[in-house]
């Protein structure tokens, strides 16, 4: 039960940073950089969901993590003050790879 709470919380997080209009007004310990942002979240994110959701093959949590890194990105389209970014997305799979590598121990 506390890992589906920290995915959800994190999600919840990730989705309102992803989604603020002013992203680049946060302080520099958030708005770093995006690129890193971008891999940390979903390495944390893809992390969480299998100890969330450990019944799921890894397949399924990487599936999911990458449906959610293609959503935020169609959903910063729209947004007036954000654009969607493929290296977003590209970045996104970096970080889930890792997490992948981890959770097969491979790594």
């Known amino acids: 039960m506390f890992a589906k709470i920290l995915f959800f919380s994190a999600l919840a997080a990730i989705s309102f940073l992803a ?8 302080p520099d ?3 770093f950089s995006d690129t890193f942002n971008h891999a940390a979240a979903f390495f944390v994110l893809t992390l969480l969901c299998r ?5 799921l093959q890894p397949k399924i949590h990487v599936f999911l993590m990458l449906l959610y ?3 935020i990105e169609a959903v910063q389209h ?6 969607g970014d493929p290296f977003d997305v590209l970045v996104d799979i970096i970080g889930i790879a890792l997490a992948y590598a ?3 121990k491979k790594f």
């Open 51 to 55: 100890f969330a959701f450990p019944a």
């Open 102 to 104: 981890i959770i097969l």
């Open 78 to 83: 729209f947004l007036p003050t954000r654009y």
């Open 69 to 71: 890194g293609l959503f």
């Open 19 to 26: 989604f603020l209009p002013n992203y680049d007004d946060l």
């Open 29 to 31: 310990v958030v708005s």
